[in-house]
């Protein structure tokens, strides 16, 4: 029951991407067309909104849920690390119509081939769990 708060902040967050429509795969396809601003604005506000909590983390005004300072670690992984992972990320955005968030709210839609790349999001999660350790740092 203490942990009531998160699953409301989720449910707010799913009526939020469904409200907005960037669960909506014509939004994302026109998106790589560059055909609309529409989900670049969502995702320009996102970055812009990261930047700031970021900042605020930093400084120690936002904390944790238990009040705890948060520590964010300066990590170099270098650009040839980002640009693979990206790619990966916006070639299964592009071929599935759906970044993870929305996975669960396209669900909630009653889109249920969404549960087809939910079932392989969360294998490649367990795949990634399994073979972390052996990866390099």
């Keep these: 029951m203490k942990n009531i708060k998160f699953l409301i902040v989720g449910v707010l967050f799913g009526i939020i991407l469904s409200k907005t429509e960037v669960v909506s795969w014509y939004r994302?396809?026109?998106?790589?067309?560059f055909q609309s601003f529409h989900m670049f604005g969502?995702?320009?506000s996102a970055v812009v909104l990261g930047i700031v909590c970021m900042q605020l983390f930093k400084k120690g005004v936002i904390k944790d849920y238990l009040g705890n300072k948060i520590v964010v670690k300066d990590?170099?992984?270098?650009?040839i690390r980002t640009l693979v992972g990206g790619t990966i990320f916006g070639l299964g955005?592009?071929?599935s119509?759906?970044?993870?968030?929305p996975m669960f709210v396209l669900a909630g839609h009653g889109?249920?081939?969404?549960?087809i790349v939910l079932f392989g999001a969360i294998i490649g999660a367990f795949i990634?769990?399994?073979l972390s350790k052996k990866l390099p740092d």
């Design 111 to 115: 889109a249920f081939a969404i549960l």
């Design 75 to 79: 990590k170099d992984k270098g650009f």
């Design 42 to 44: 969502v995702i320009g």
């Design 28 to 33: 994302i396809y026109e998106m790589f067309k």
């Design 128 to 130: 990634y769990g399994l």
């Design 93 to 95: 955005w592009a071929l």
């Design 97 to 101: 119509g759906a970044c993870p968030g």
